[in-house]
């Protein structure tokens, strides 16, 4: 059985007290620290160690997967034997902070035409950087392969100095038609409130990058017209749910991870509203204090610092299905919640002895992970 905190544990008796964090009745917030599970339901198997691995894709046939490096490199990882092979065509990066290579996604249309979406940040002028996506075909011999065709279909506006909060995760939309594309607020604070930026949204665009129709604010026109969200701080994790609904996981400051669930239109509250405070201490108001504002569906605090998100549908753990699988950098650990409707709950973390980066499900129900930092691993998750 997990434990945790004396205040988590009597949090209904003692919510009126700051010390035990947000005070609404019903609030989500896990307060204090929970322990491992004592067991583990899996095992693991080490594939391929990598430099600074950020995100990985699987290709259609499950022999195989794509993983990006922060410092600028896109491996092709051999899932069976573990080589890797360098893909050639990838983009200069601005590599430093948490910048450089982002995400990769494989099309919707993948298997017809190869095409690919990457991000990445770009530097601009004065300092400046900001997250870009483009998209390329990814052509495989046998023993070589290239990114041929890279163009560059969307940007972060405006660039600005700093290194932090690109966010830039992808994901497609169940049918396919359109691309959700997570734009963190670069630690500026209020580009998360501001409607003229790309800065602090989930974007839904089409994809060629351009805004999707029927975007909530797409009579703004501009990069208005890309936002499906906004009130948004570092979004680490993007994933659909069965039945269609859309969650995202982002970092908090000091406390306050969050775990969302989207809607279109809707305001988040990020910086007006936290679960947790500034970084030198001081306080930000709770998100019980602004009901006119999106309040998560369950936060953390003391952090657990995702690193990337999937909803399983988990063929090979088949007690997991339809959980949200979290990759936890803070913890060092898989964290499982479950979610109920509009509900969510956390319901068991793992220590994984590790920073873990990313997480992905195959077609065929395998799951693999990615470590954090240099030499990370890729590793299959296996049911024991």
């Known amino acids: 059985m997990k434990r945790q905190t004396l205040c988590l544990i ?43 691995p950020w995100a990985l894709a699987l290709l259609p046939e499950n022999k195989s997967a794509l993983v990006t490096e922060k410092k600028g490199k896109l491996k092709l990882v051999d899932l069976t034997s573990g080589v890797v092979t360098d893909v050639s065509g990838t983009p200069q990066v601005a590599y430093g902070g948490q910048g450089g290579f982002g995400d990769v996604a494989l099309s919707p249309t993948f298997s017809k035409d190869g095409m690919v979406y990457l991000t990445w940040a770009e530097a601009g002028d004065g300092d400046t950087r900001g997250a870009v996506m483009g998209r390329a075909k990814l052509v495989r011999d046998n023993t070589s392969a290239r990114l041929e065709g890279l163009e560059v279909i969307w940007r972060q506006v405006p660039k600005v100095t700093g290194r932090g909060h690109y966010s830039h995760r992808i994901q497609f939309s169940p049918d396919g ?26 974007l839904r665009l089409t994809l ?20 499906w969200s906004y009130g948004h701080r570092n979004l680490l994790g993007v994933a659909f749910d069965a039945e269609g609904r ?15 669930l989207v809607k279109p239109g809707q305001n988040y509250g990020w910086p007006l509203v936290s679960n947790g405070d500034h970084y030198d201490g001081k306080p ?25 998100m999937i909803i399983c549908k988990c063929d090979k753990f088949p007690a997991w299905k339809g959980n949200a699988l979290i990759a936890a950098l803070g913890v060092q650990g ?16 793992f220590n994984m002895d590790a920073r873990m980066r990313g997480i992905a499900e195959g077609s065929d129900g395998r799951l693999w992970m990615l470590q ?10 296996l049911p024991r």
Not at 23 to 38: P, Q, W
Not at 177 to 202: C, H, I, W
Not at 210 to 225: E, I, R, T
Request: net charge negative; with cysteine.
């Open 208 to 227: 060629d990058g351009k805004p999707a129709p029927g975007n909530p604010f797409a009579d703004k026109g501009g990069v208005s017209a890309e936002i």
């Open 372 to 381: 954090d930092g240099p030499g990370g691993q890729l590793i299959e998750v």
């Open 10 to 52: 009597l949090s209904p008796l003692l919510l009126p007290l700051a010390s035990c964090g947000a005070t609404a009745a019903g609030d989500s917030t896990i307060r204090g620290s929970a322990d491992f599970a004592e067991t583990k339901p899996f095992t693991t198997r080490e594939v391929a160690k990598l430099d600074e």
């Open 246 to 260: 859309l969650w995202d996981i982002e970092h908090g400051p000091a406390g306050g991870d969050e775990l969302n």
């Open 177 to 202: 038609k359109y691309l959700f594309l997570s734009s963190g607020e670069r630690q500026k604070f209020t580009p998360a409130q501001d409607l003229t930026v790309n800065l602090g949204k989930m």
């Open 334 to 349: 898989l964290v499982r919640v479950t979610i109920n409707g509009e509900s969510a709950k956390e319901a068991e973390r």
């Open 284 to 308: 930000i108001p709770r998100h019980n204090t602004r009901p006119d504002l999106a309040a998560p569906a369950l936060s953390w605090n003391p952090v657990i610092a995702p690193g990337a």
